[in-house]
T-cell receptor, first 112, second 111 residues
Framework: GESVGLHLPTLSVQEGDNSIINCAYS??????FIWYKQESGKGPQFIID?????DKRQGQRVTVLLNKTVKHLSLQIAATQPGDSAVYFC???????????FGTGTSLTVIP | EAQVTQNPRYLITVTGKKLTVTCSQN?????MSWYRQDPGLGLRQIYY???????DKGDVPEGYKVSRKEKRNFPLILESPSPNQTSLYFC??????????FGPGTRLTVL
């Protein structure tokens, strides 16, 4: 099956700094990518998504970058806040739209 | 309120005792799915359903069954649970080809 992985399992940042979380995917045919945030004791929560016809998409304080050449996805969080502390997952959707593949997650800790 | 609900939230059972975890969504989504989450392995898809009466295996379907008789419900059935099915389970729903919305999770322990 597909492989979606993360470069770093943990990330610590100072409050107010920008955070960058990376993700690699292996299936060049995938055309839809999603970032989720999971807080302790809760289900994953949608943050932002991007389709393969784009290379950048911005939301409120978050930006997702897609580099299809090297099959790399990143999530940038601007002015990181303590409430951003969570585990972040990237997910990849097959071109048929049926199956989703998740990375193992990066734990983000924001230091006040 | 738009949501995905799961019941029970916590369950401790014994090997071989059949159980069902229910999942319901009120967003009229065609797509529903079940995942298990284990430390170091992330979320792995068990089964998914593209619509009523249409279900397919995900990456880790062994030991699980599902049914989709109504659009809003997608129960996960463990006919004969084993300790290696101890995990955190999530149900999700969404429009086909779009993001999914997750339930709060069911923590299952099989003794």
């Amino acid at each position: 099956g597909e492989s979606v992985g993360l470069h770093l399992p943990t990330l610590s940042v100072q409050e107010g700094d920008n955070s960058i979380i990376n993700c690699a995917y292996s299936n060049s045919a995938s055309d839809y990518f999603i970032w989720y945030k999971q807080e302790s004791g809760k289900g994953p929560q949608f943050i932002i998504d991007i389709r393969s016809n784009m290379d950048k998409r911005q939301g409120q304080r978050v930006t997702v970058l897609l580099n299809k050449t090297v099959k790399h996805l990143s999530l940038q969080i601007a002015a990181t806040q303590p409430g951003d502390s969570a585990v972040y997952f990237c997910a990849e959707n097959t071109i048929t739209g049926n199956q989703f593949y998740f990375g193992t997650g990066t734990s983000l800790t924001v230091i006040p | 309120e738009a949501q995905v609900t799961q019941n029970p939230r916590y369950l401790i059972t014994v090997t071989g005792k059949k159980l069902t975890v229910t999942c319901s969504q009120n967003m009229n989504h065609e797509y529903m799915s079940w995942y298990r989450q284990d430390p170091g392995l992330g979320l792995r898809q068990i089964y998914y359903s593209m619509n009523v009466e249409v279900t397919d295996k995900g990456d880790v379907p062994e030991g699980y069954k599902v049914s989709r008789k109504e659009k809003r419900n997608f129960p996960l059935i463990l006919e004969s649970p084993s300790p290696n099915q101890t995990s955190l389970y999530f149900c999700a729903s969404g429009r086909a080809g779009d993001t999914q919305y997750f339930g709060p999770g069911t923590r299952l322990t099989v003794l």
